[in-house]
């Protein structure tokens, strides 16, 4: 089904990628829109999905992200850990009358600890096809929702997710710190003495309101509010995403504006760690899966 | 100026309350309406307060709470602890031409931490003046911004506020458990258990997200959502309350529907506590600073 080439499409919440790939396995087109699932009605998805074929051709389509989800067309469960791409490949949800599939996300369960992904496997195995990240390591890949994954031999073996992208943007945007949380962040003096504090395993809702009461007390400038507060809520981040890991090389994969806050927080925790954009790897995960089908 | 009777007012964010205080101390006219001070325009205090003494007669006004804030009235600036009803009346701010007093705040100050409270402190001087709380004990104080108040000799030695209360509402509201959190939260067994992870030091914007896993995975019943996060906020909050502190006795102050969530949490914590109901406590506080000023 996919040797004549094929749509690979990075489906979320909010917005969709779809990229044409050729018989060859280049990328020869793409579009971007903000169709994500959530902008799909009920029943919506075959003309959602057609909507794509208009733009890049009548081909097979291979799909990754929250399409999988009980919000999205089809729902593909969750494929337990460890896994690698083969994994993936093994439990693709096929839609043949559509000719399309959707790819699994990922579980995490251990006697204490539960936890999912869906969308960034299909990043993280196409880093790691390509050698971007390493076989053996630990990614930290922050989002609205940070995840923490362990990789051996190439396959994910654990993950951890910290909502602190989401706190951050509902801090902001309506509580009583929005006033104070208005500067851009920036990894300088502010922030590094929010990440110490949030390292230091002090209730993170108790830290989060002496915000407030620093600046009223004049015991820190308003101006390095955000910058302290987002200190903070990494700090707390990465106290958990090292924990109960084998503290190997740490690769931190995403956006560069939020890379260079990682890596300077895991500098205050006296780990160093490398900067990856990964915003190509979603292809190579999808064409690693593809190659696992065939 | 008071001893001819007067109106005390409790003037928050978004409501007041306000007490027509006769000159034997009794309370014998009230009432409660939804003009906050963020109700009030730039000028609008000399008007917001003629409808008061329209309503409860021509008195002069003591007045606690955010009225004294930078967005309020007239700023009354923060207290520093160790402080008693003597300390807030002695810095009174008074509105001589408009017959009218403010209570400043409270402040905390120390070389790590900062902290700030205001409309609290009066209540708290009241309780213990009126033997609801005793003179030397640790106070619990749940609301939008849970207070844990250290009292020796009646005095307010030192406190720490935990954003408990908001950061479960704007999980609720508008977060990725929104559609998790919309059961009521009783303190049964899945409270228990969310307190003692809360309790554990884990990262609580980890074990936030988990509860969403843990509900995708089947490890635990929709209907427990609400409970068990509400517990992990306030096994964290009691964390942060019961660290640093004489642990004396405890007392939980405030409206029973929280008061009891506290007292559960707090037996995980191997801790027993007393519930008060302090919601009158603010006029024993106004009375007693009254009766330093005369």
Redesign the interface.
Request: hydrophobic share 45%; charged share 30%; aromatic share 6%.
């Given at each position: 089904m996919w040797s004549g080439g094929y749509i690979a499409v990075d489906w979320g919440t909010t917005n969709r990628r779809a990229y044409r790939i050729g018989p060859d396995g280049g990328c020869d087109a793409e579009f971007e829109d903000e169709k994500g699932i959530l902008s799909v009605k009920s029943g919506g998805f075959p003309r959602a999905v057609a909507e794509i074929r208009a733009r890049l051709g009548d081909q097979p389509l291979m799909m990754g992200g929250m399409v999988g989800s009980?919000r999205g067309w089809v729902e593909a469960p969750?494929v337990p850990c460890p896994a690698g791409p083969e994994t993936l490949a093994e439990h693709l949800v096929v839609i043949d009358a559509e000719r399309a599939a959707i790819v699994p996300g990922l579980?995490?369960?251990d006697g204490n600890?539960?936890?999912?992904m869906r969308g960034e496997e299909v990043q993280l195995f196409g880093a790691a096809a390509t050698d971007l990240v390493p076989a053996d390591c630990l990614v930290c890949h922050p989002g609205t929702?940070n995840k923490w994954v362990q990789l051996a031999g190439g396959r994910v073996t654990s993950f951890?997710?910290?909502?602190?992208g989401?706190?951050f943007n509902?801090?902001r945007e309506?509580?009583?710190l929005s006033d104070l949380l208005v500067e851009d962040v920036v990894p300088g003096a502010a922030f590094r003495d929010g990440v110490r504090r949030g390292l230091s395993?002090?209730?993170?809702?108790?830290q989060?309101?002496?915000v407030?009461?620093?600046v009223?007390?004049g015991?820190r400038p308003r101006s390095e509010a955000a910058s302290f507060t987002s200190g903070l809520?990494i700090g707390?981040?990465i106290?958990?995403g090292l924990?109960d890991v084998d503290h190997r090389q740490i690769i931190v994969m995403g956006r560069p504006e939020l890379t260079q806050l990682y890596v300077a927080a895991l500098e205050e925790a006296g780990r160093s760690a490398r900067e990856v954009d990964g915003e190509r790897a979603f292809i190579a995960g999808i064409r690693e899966i593809v190659r696992q089908v065939r």
């Open positions: 009980n969750y579980s995490y369960l600890r539960a936890d999912v929702h951890r997710t910290v909502m602190t989401e706190l509902l801090l309506r509580s009583i395993r002090e209730s993170l809702s108790a989060l309101f002496s407030r009461a620093e009223l007390l015991q809520l707390d981040d106290r958990a924990a």
